[in-house]
């Protein structure tokens, strides 16, 4: 369903159908049908929806990481690589952030 999804999303964008953060409703059509020819299910748009978010993510955790210096991609294993103390500090430096980010002031 995944590879369906990405390969509609991607023409979607390349047809200029994503304007200002959001889809059109064509691109929705467009990978209802792409998931039907590529996994032979039929989808509906709430499942694409949660499918497409949760894709998201995992894509704006794997961009943060590949950003950080030292980390880099090994295609074989189709994974991040870098070496356990960079691992340390990277984790070291989220536990902050999220406690910042969750951190009010009265």
Do not use: C
């Not at 995944?2 to 390349?14: F, M, P, T």
């Not at 200029?16 to 996994?39: F, H, P, R, S, Y």
């Not at 500090?89 to 009265?106: A, G, H, P």
Request: proline content about 1%; glycine content about 4%; cysteine-free.
């Amino acid at each position: 369903m995944d590879a369906g999804l990405i390969e509609a999303l991607v023409e979607g964008s390349r047809l200029g159908l994503k304007e200002n953060n959001i889809w059109d409703d064509k691109v929705w059509t467009m990978v209802q049908k792409a998931v039907q020819e590529k996994a032979f299910i039929q989808v509906e748009r709430s499942h694409i929806d949660n499918r497409y978010r949760s894709l998201r993510k995992k894509y704006i955790a794997f961009d943060l990481v590949k950003s950080k210096s030292g980390f880099g991609w090994d295609p074989s294993k189709k994974t991040v690589t870098t070496s356990d103390e960079a691992w340390k500090i990277f984790l070291e430096d989220l536990v902050i952030y999220l406690i910042l980010y969750n951190l009010t002031f009265s």
